[in-house]
């Protein structure tokens, strides 16, 4: 099989990856040529109708939107891609990257961690075989997060399936640990999508919080296998995947019904994050376009803050998207992650 025959680049300068935040309606005027360097697209609430006939994996998450420009992500090849389907994995790669999404339909009878550790082990099945071995971002989108079964939560439910699964493909969790999101969404059933490279990136941590591989017991049996970020470097490009980051300091949550408190924490998070990388032109408020931001807010009624706040702390053309999630933890407004170049 050919997953993903190596093309000839036709840039130097770009990555074999790029991400577009673009109106859902950009998608209709789309050329059969224009599509066939799709890797995916990802809508929120409703994509148009013509996105199911598309030839790239589509995922549309029954998420809402908060503003009025109703932005999807378009990640995008510079070459021509190749599309195709694995136990349920949509994907499509171009020779350096593995962009997927899986849907794994709700089951009464099966507990979360079950239908989890399933899920990871088809993907780790699938870079594996397909020579995409190194995950390097992961958004998980889980039906009633905070919901209680038994004395867990359903997010601790999903921490302890996505745990087994690393562990026993054998992950160092200070090394191979990919970027994540993990948010409470309208959907029945896990929805994942997911980014896997050729060539590993670099794990990112938090000098601020104690890494997530080691927050203690009290948050769950098994602890929330993800890193803070995801840097990579093709060729002279670099990318930094940030992880859903959100007001926790050491792995205390701070300001715990602060709205305001927790967005400003929030921001100090990923400035730190941007830090730790040593990102070039790394400062919040001087990225420009390159710097796409998705922020989830549990209520509604913090839009307008979280609206004000942003356009105060980054710069004008810095595109984010505002979207209504539920936040792993109870005590926790918002969150806030993002692709920067
Ligand atoms: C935190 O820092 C907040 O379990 O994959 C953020 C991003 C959070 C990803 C995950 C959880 C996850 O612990 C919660």
Same mark, same amino acid.
């Given at each position: 099989a050919s997953l993903g025959a190596r093309k000839s680049r036709s840039s130097v300068f770009d990555a074999p990856v790029y991400l577009s935040l673009l109106p859902a309606e950009t998608l209709d005027g789309m050329t059969s040529t224009e599509q066939a360097t799709v890797l995916g697209v990802v809508g929120f609430g409703d994509l148009p109708e013509s996105a199911g006939d598309a030839p790239y994996p589509v995922l549309t998450l029954p998420m809402s939107h908060l503003?009025? /420009?109703k932005l999807c992500e378009v990640w995008q090849s510079p070459w021509p891609v190749s599309h195709g389907e694995n136990q349920g994995i949509r994907y499509a790669c171009n020779g350096e990257v593995l962009f997927g999404v899986l849907y794994l339909r709700g089951n009464e009878r099966e507990a979360v961690e079950t239908g989890t550790y399933r899920a990871y082990r088809r993907i780790l099945d699938l870079i594996h075989v397909a020579g995409y071995k190194h995950l390097v971002r992961m958004w998980n989108y889980l039906p009633r997060i905070n919901d209680e079964y038994l004395g867990l939560e359903n997010y601790q439910r999903f921490c302890l399936g996505r745990h087994q699964a690393f562990a026993e493909a054998d992950y160092l969790f200070d090394r191979d640990l990919p970027a994540a999101s993990a948010i409470g969404a309208g959907t029945d059933g896990l929805l994942i999508y997911f980014i896997a490279a050729r060539v590993p990136g670099r794990q990112i941590e938090n000098p601020? /919080?104690?890494?997530a591989y080691r927050y203690p017991l009290r948050y769950g049996p098994r602890s929330p296998s993800f890193s803070r970020a995801t840097l990579m470097e093709f060729g002279g490009v670099r990318q930094l995947y940030l992880s859903g980051t959100a007001s926790i300091v050491g792995h205390e949550t701070l300001h715990p019904e602060d709205a305001a408190g927790q967005l400003v924490e929030t921001l100090i998070n990923v400035q730190t994050v941007l830090d730790e990388a040593s990102h070039a032109r790394a400062r919040l408020d001087e990225l420009g376009p390159d710097c796409t931001l998705k922020i989830y807010l549990r209520h509604r009624k913090h839009f307008s803050l979280a609206k004000k706040t942003l356009a105060e702390t980054l710069h004008p053309l810095s595109p984010v998207i505002f979207l209504q999630g539920d936040i792993c933890r109870r005590d926790l407004l918002l969150e806030i992650e993002g692709v920067i170049r």
């Open positions: 503003d009025d /420009q601020r /919080q104690v890494s």
